[in-house]
């Protein structure tokens, strides 16, 4: 069973924007960073962009300027907001969450979202 919940994606025209929630594991101690993956069609999954429990933004250098990642603390939630979409940007686009549940280092995935990009 997924521990993070995605939410928000679907089909969107070239050119678009599109915004991604995810919310935090209820079960996990303490989160030190969460994140954004994709798998397109027959590729492997590759980073999109993360963000640390101190609001450090690490962005995969082919998507820098064209996103962005936020967090809302209240709601332990993280957003992905995707600008100027292109059909290559079709994937599978999944939650992570890495953190502790003390004694044991916890990582998490959500079951994905797909994003397709079509006219």
């Known amino acids: 069973q997924a521990q993070v919940v995605e939410s928000g994606g679907g089909l969107v025209q070239p050119g678009g924007s599109l915004r991604l929630s995810c919310a935090a594991s209820k079960t996990i101690g303490s989160i030190t960073a969460m994140g954004w993956y994709r798998q397109a069609p027959g590729k492997q999954r590759e980073l999109v962009g993360t963000?640390?429990?101190?609001?450090?933004?690490n962005y995969a250098d082919s998507e820098k300027g064209r996103l962005t990642i936020s967090g809302d603390n209240v709601r332990d939630t993280i957003y992905l907001k995707m600008n100027t979409l292109k059909p290559e940007n079709t994937a599978v686009y999944y939650c992570?969450?890495?953190?502790?549940?003390?004694?044991?280092?916890?990582?998490?995935w959500g079951r994905g979202n797909q994003i397709t990009v079509s006219s």
């Open positions: 963000i640390r429990d101190d609001g450090t933004l």
């Open positions: 992570n969450e890495k953190g502790e549940t003390l004694p044991f280092a916890v990582d998490y």
